[in-house]
């Protein structure tokens, strides 16, 4: 089968062998995988043995739609079983380190399945996995509706986490960067660029130059919540966050809350709110096209937010 992977060449689409079922799993045929920044600085590293991707959905042999959880934790530890699993110290990734769903076929665990409700089809559903980061930064920040928020940095966590504020009633505000970034704010319910002091301010970039913007923001006892991965350090503004007694915090990828996991809230969203969809996704490649789409993925002035290859 074919499959994209990071090699000498660059990245190329390859022949692999198609993945064995093991007792209790279950195939996933891929319709749509998103290409995210992350897998951008992953290929940086040089060649891998892994296929990329793990923002992915597909359908099952009976064709029923599903999104695909990522993470693969070990399910033993207290991390585990305290309901932190994506806390898990031995946990692996599907895209990251071992084989992901920028591919024609994936084997999977049951428990990995997010059923798709009505209203959201396997070609949007490769959103389910970043609306899912913001779905629980969002929770992670304890925001509950009517709080001013601003949101530095417009990729596609970013939009995402202007769509989940706005769609729980926040006064949501967007720094972005490109035109085209700025138009898609305000059609996921941005207000505009931000303007005054935020209750939280959500940093999705990565750069000092975004944590620098996001204490400027924040209020006197405020909140900066970070989305984004550093891959580089960065200093944070400490004269900054200790006049105004900022909080910070971090959120890493998606967990359960009161019984539900977020990834399935993220669907729920997607469903309800389809202009998610329709916005974020820019682009549409064929999977044999995949170095083309991270050529493009890595220019945003030229438009791009989210990149779907489509292996099917």
């Given at each position: 089968m074919k499959a994209v992977r990071n090699t000498e060449r660059g990245v190329e689409v390859v022949d692999v062998d198609r993945p064995a079922a093991g007792p209790?799993?279950?195939?996933?045929?891929v319709r749509s995988s998103g290409l995210c920044g992350s897998d951008l600085h992953l290929i940086g590293y040089g060649p891998s043995p892994f296929t990329l991707g793990?923002?992915?959905?597909?359908?099952?042999?009976?064709?029923?739609?599903?999104?695909v959880d990522p993470s693969r934790p070990c399910g033993r530890c207290d991390l585990c079983t305290s309901g932190r699993a994506h806390l898990c110290r031995d946990a692996l990734v599907v895209g990251v380190s071992t084989d992901g769903g920028m591919a024609e076929r994936v084997v999977c665990d049951p428990s990995a399945l997010v059923r798709l409700p009505a209203g959201l089809g396997p070609d949007q559903a490769c959103l389910v996995e970043p609306v899912a980061v913001s779905v629980h930064g969002l929770a992670v920040a304890g925001i509950t509706g009517g709080e001013r928020v601003a949101v530095v940095g417009a990729g596609s966590i970013g939009l995402t986490a202007v769509a989940v504020a706005a769609d729980q009633g926040c006064e949501t505000a967007l720094e972005a960067r490109h035109p085209h970034q700025i138009v898609a704010g305000e059609r996921l319910g941005a207000s505009g660029p931000p303007s005054g002091e935020y209750d939280v301010v959500i940093e999705a970039a990565g750069s000092q130059s975004a944590v620098e913007r996001a204490f400027d923001l924040v209020r006197p006892g405020g909140q900066v919540l970070f989305l984004s991965t550093f891959w580089d350090p960065i200093t944070l503004p400490g004269v900054a966050a200790l006049m105004k007694e900022v909080t910070c915090r971090w959120a890493y990828t998606y967990g359960h809350r009161h019984g539900t996991r977020d990834i399935d809230g993220a669907a729920a969203l997607l469903a309800r709110h389809p202009e998610i969809a329709a916005t974020l996704i820019t682009h549409r490649f064929p999977l044999a096209d995949a170095a083309a789409a991270f050529a493009v993925a890595a220019d945003r002035r030229g438009g791009a937010i989210k990149i779907a290859l489509e292996p099917t």
């Open positions: 209790g799993q279950v195939e996933v045929t793990h923002e992915f959905a597909g359908t099952l042999a009976d064709g029923t739609p599903v999104a």
